[in-house]
């Protein structure tokens, strides 16, 4: 069974040291609870929760799956019971608002205990986890009463909520929902309809679950003008709070699918069944936003704890498996064999994964910090600066960390070879769930439209400016610091280079849209190499000055600057081919006829 440990050392560095934590939660309200011994002691906690309950349960969770059995859902075994001890524990409204009965610690750090549990059960962590999103869209646009109903259950996890917009004929174009609400005489809607690929729509965790569901009105513009929003109770709640009536939304089936087995993906059936709008009608999707964006970093943190789990399985296996002699001879000659760590191709699939897994920590924490000042910082030009950068980050957070989390995850299956590819090892377990993040919450192609065309290109170029800005300053006032001119030299390349890339296509947009859809992934994926590579030249100053310091821990620091330069040298020129990709434009992808694609018949 795979094994983990919470890597508390390195979220230290990153938060304390890095992008001090400490000073930023100071200036928080309601975050000068967050005293660096209460940081510690939550996340220590969560580091156990995480390694005692939840990983024993995964593999098992994997293999055994969910049963759909007279209309009601079980989870696999023991996930109902690691919930009720997360509920007992108050994991859940960690981070909600004390209005709502949430004890108003910081975002950011629920998102660090996150990763944790993404890397020990991630199919057990989207039960709570879509509960987050649900509780923000009601915060944000539900009414009082709504509120009063909903949020508490939903912040104190005694309730669940999902997230139901796909159904079968749609999924990025949301335009096309057929679900209709229909006015009731008392106010309600009466809602009918079918979603498909609804994550932990039915289950036996909470005893009642929440669902926000997109839907149209009768008299609702064509396309995604016309969508409104809906809460949807499993149970109606009665007088007192408590579930009530049976609503008619109704489980039709669980799919069969590639991984995270241990969460249902429901058809959910809405047969004429009762619910309330929340939000103005019409502007459902608006609404459902401030849910999405919050589930987007979520799925870029499982891309991230997937990285993590699959790098310290493929760490210590690499250390024990014996094969071969290292190539300038043998390293462990009391042994039959060398362990493959010392063979250079072995430390290349290592290192990629250590470097992804340190980066994208780096990357969810400094994100983490702008969300908690959109959310709670007092200042107005703080905020604004903030939710730039937040808006700009969200898909690359979500697209990057997915797309190189399924990278890391396959290199740590090559690391245990044969062996990768048994159930046994569980390493491919972490590949199968990795390539969902790849696809929900918006494809990798719907993000990089969103951070090209959307948050790009309609601010003319501004919401990149202000993150290129700061890398700009990073690299100026490091430029004679001769100990990070193998960083700063190459990042202040890069990043002129990100700002002339996207008035390149710019211009050609202007001619044909089609080249952002064409430029539109590679771009993401530079913006992406771009943003680790600022972190990291971050993370070698950090570490050079421990060590100046006289740093006890010297070893940490040097292996910091060591992953430093691996990402430099070794990741960080894939932005070569990325930046020729963008430059080839539209034209290689557009020319074969959608007929017949070139083959000489149609299919
Ligand atoms: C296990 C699982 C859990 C899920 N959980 C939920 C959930 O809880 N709630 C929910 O509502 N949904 C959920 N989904 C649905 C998921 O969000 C959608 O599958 C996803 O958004 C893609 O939609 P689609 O499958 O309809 O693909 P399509 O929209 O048909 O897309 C097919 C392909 O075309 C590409 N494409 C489409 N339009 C464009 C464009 N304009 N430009 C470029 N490329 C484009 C896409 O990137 C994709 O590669 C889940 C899905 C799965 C498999």
């Given at each position: 069974m795979p094994d983990y440990q919470a890597p508390l050392r390195d979220l230290r560095f990153v938060m304390?040291?890095?992008?001090d934590y400490p000073a930023h939660y100071a200036r928080l309200p309601g975050g000068e609870e967050a005293t660096p011994d209460v940081v510690t002691a939550i996340l220590e906690e969560g580091a156990r929760f995480a390694r005692e309950v939840l990983l024993p349960l995964n593999q098992s969770g994997d293999q055994e799956g969910c049963l759909l059995e007279g209309g009601e859902v079980k989870a696999p075994k023991g996930f109902r019971e690691a919930y009720q001890q997360f509920v007992e524990g108050g994991w859940p409204s960690l981070a909600a608002d004390p209005a709502h009965g949430g004890q108003g610690l910081p975002h950011s750090l629920a998102m660090a205990l996150n990763e944790m549990i993404c890397s020990t059960n991630l199919a057990w962590g989207m039960y709570p986890g879509l509960s987050h999103g649900a509780a923000d869209a009601l915060r944000h646009h539900g009414t009082e009463e709504q509120q009063a109903t909903y949020l508490t259950k939903l912040v104190e996890g005694v309730w669940t909520g999902t997230m139901c917009l796909t159904e079968p004929h749609c999924g990025t174009d949301l335009g096309l929902i057929k679900t209709r609400a229909v006015p009731t005489a008392d106010g309600a809607y009466e809602i009918t309809g079918t979603k498909i690929f609804i994550s932990a729509g039915e289950h036996d965790l909470a005893e009642n679950i929440v669902h926000l569901v997109l839907a149209k009105l009768p008299d609702a513009p064509e396309g995604s003008k016309g969508i409104s929003l809906f809460v949807v109770p499993k149970f109606l709640p009665d007088a007192e709070g408590n579930p009530g009536k049976r609503n008619g939304v109704s489980c039709g089936s669980l799919e069969h699918k590639m991984g995270i087995h241990g969460n249902a993906t429901c058809v959910m059936n809405f047969d004429g069944v009762r619910g309330f709008l929340v939000g103005p009608p019409n502007k459902g999707l608006a609404c459902m936003f401030t849910m999405m964006n919050a589930a987007r970093l979520g799925v870029g943190i499982q891309g991230l704890g997937l990285t993590e789990a699959s790098f310290q399985n493929a760490l210590a296996y690499a250390r024990d498996r014996l094969q071969m002699r290292a190539l300038s001879g043998?390293?462990?000659?009391?042994?039959?064999a060398d362990p493959i760590i010392v063979h250079p191709d072995v430390r290349r699939m290592l290192l990629t994964q250590k470097a992804f897994a340190e980066g994208g920590r780096m990357l969810v924490l400094y994100t983490a910090q702008m969300l908690d000042i959109v959310e709670h910082g007092q200042d107005a030009s703080e905020r604004e600066h903030a939710e730039t950068l937040l808006s700009l980050l969200t898909p690359i957070v979500k697209a990057f960390l997915t797309e190189v989390g399924f990278e890391a995850t396959n290199e740590g299956v090559q690391v245990f070879g044969g062996h990768g590819f048994i159930q046994e090892w569980g390493m491919e377990q972490l590949v199968r769930d990795a390539r969902i993040t790849r696809l929900y919450e918006g494809t990798t192609g719907i993000q990089a439209l969103d951070l090209?065309?959307?948050?790009v290109l309609m601010s003319q170029g501004e919401s990149l400016k202000v993150f290129t800005k700061e890398i700009h300053k990073f690299c100026k006032a490091e430029e004679a610091n001769g100990e990070l001119a193998e960083f700063v030299g190459p990042l202040a390349k890069l990043n002129a280079e990100w700002g002339e890339l996207t008035m390149g296509i710019g211009m050609k947009a202007m001619n044909d849209r089609e080249e952002v859809g064409a430029a539109s992934v590679d771009y993401l994926m530079y913006s992406g190499y771009v943003t680790l590579a600022y972190l990291f030249a971050r993370a070698a100053k950090q570490a050079r000055e421990a060590l100046s310091a006289g740093s006890d821990e010297a070893a940490f620091y040097e292996a910091k600057i060591h992953t430093a330069r691996f990402y430099f040298q070794r990741l960080l020129p894939r932005t070569l081919a990325h930046a020729r990709l963008i430059q080839a434009g539209a034209e290689p992808l557009m020319a074969?006829?959608?007929?017949?694609f070139g083959l000489g018949f149609e299919i």
């Amino acid at each position: 069974m795979p094994d983990y440990q919470a890597p508390l050392r390195d979220l230290r560095f990153v938060m304390d040291e890095m992008l001090d934590y400490p000073a930023h939660y100071a200036r928080l309200p309601g975050g000068e609870e967050a005293t660096p011994d209460v940081v510690t002691a939550i996340l220590e906690e969560g580091a156990r929760f995480a390694r005692e309950v939840l990983l024993p349960l995964n593999q098992s969770g994997d293999q055994e799956g969910c049963l759909l059995e007279g209309g009601e859902v079980k989870a696999p075994k023991g996930f109902r019971e690691a919930y009720q001890q997360f509920v007992e524990g108050g994991w859940p409204s960690l981070a909600a608002d004390p209005a709502h009965g949430g004890q108003g610690l910081p975002h950011s750090l629920a998102m660090a205990l996150n990763e944790m549990i993404c890397s020990t059960n991630l199919a057990w962590g989207m039960y709570p986890g879509l509960s987050h999103g649900a509780a923000d869209a009601l915060r944000h646009h539900g009414t009082e009463e709504q509120q009063a109903t909903y949020l508490t259950k939903l912040v104190e996890g005694v309730w669940t909520g999902t997230m139901c917009l796909t159904e079968p004929h749609c999924g990025t174009d949301l335009g096309l929902i057929k679900t209709r609400a229909v006015p009731t005489a008392d106010g309600a809607y009466e809602i009918t309809g079918t979603k498909i690929f609804i994550s932990a729509g039915e289950h036996d965790l909470a005893e009642n679950i929440v669902h926000l569901v997109l839907a149209k009105l009768p008299d609702a513009p064509e396309g995604s003008k016309g969508i409104s929003l809906f809460v949807v109770p499993k149970f109606l709640p009665d007088a007192e709070g408590n579930p009530g009536k049976r609503n008619g939304v109704s489980c039709g089936s669980l799919e069969h699918k590639m991984g995270i087995h241990g969460n249902a993906t429901c058809v959910m059936n809405f047969d004429g069944v009762r619910g309330f709008l929340v939000g103005p009608p019409n502007k459902g999707l608006a609404c459902m936003f401030t849910m999405m964006n919050a589930a987007r970093l979520g799925v870029g943190i499982q891309g991230l704890g997937l990285t993590e789990a699959s790098f310290q399985n493929a760490l210590a296996y690499a250390r024990d498996r014996l094969q071969m002699r290292a190539l300038s001879g043998p390293k462990a000659p009391e042994r039959p064999a060398d362990p493959i760590i010392v063979h250079p191709d072995v430390r290349r699939m290592l290192l990629t994964q250590k470097a992804f897994a340190e980066g994208g920590r780096m990357l969810v924490l400094y994100t983490a910090q702008m969300l908690d000042i959109v959310e709670h910082g007092q200042d107005a030009s703080e905020r604004e600066h903030a939710e730039t950068l937040l808006s700009l980050l969200t898909p690359i957070v979500k697209a990057f960390l997915t797309e190189v989390g399924f990278e890391a995850t396959n290199e740590g299956v090559q690391v245990f070879g044969g062996h990768g590819f048994i159930q046994e090892w569980g390493m491919e377990q972490l590949v199968r769930d990795a390539r969902i993040t790849r696809l929900y919450e918006g494809t990798t192609g719907i993000q990089a439209l969103d951070l090209l065309g959307r948050k790009v290109l309609m601010s003319q170029g501004e919401s990149l400016k202000v993150f290129t800005k700061e890398i700009h300053k990073f690299c100026k006032a490091e430029e004679a610091n001769g100990e990070l001119a193998e960083f700063v030299g190459p990042l202040a390349k890069l990043n002129a280079e990100w700002g002339e890339l996207t008035m390149g296509i710019g211009m050609k947009a202007m001619n044909d849209r089609e080249e952002v859809g064409a430029a539109s992934v590679d771009y993401l994926m530079y913006s992406g190499y771009v943003t680790l590579a600022y972190l990291f030249a971050r993370a070698a100053k950090q570490a050079r000055e421990a060590l100046s310091a006289g740093s006890d821990e010297a070893a940490f620091y040097e292996a910091k600057i060591h992953t430093a330069r691996f990402y430099f040298q070794r990741l960080l020129p894939r932005t070569l081919a990325h930046a020729r990709l963008i430059q080839a434009g539209a034209e290689p992808l557009m020319a074969l006829s959608p007929e017949d694609f070139g083959l000489g018949f149609e299919i």
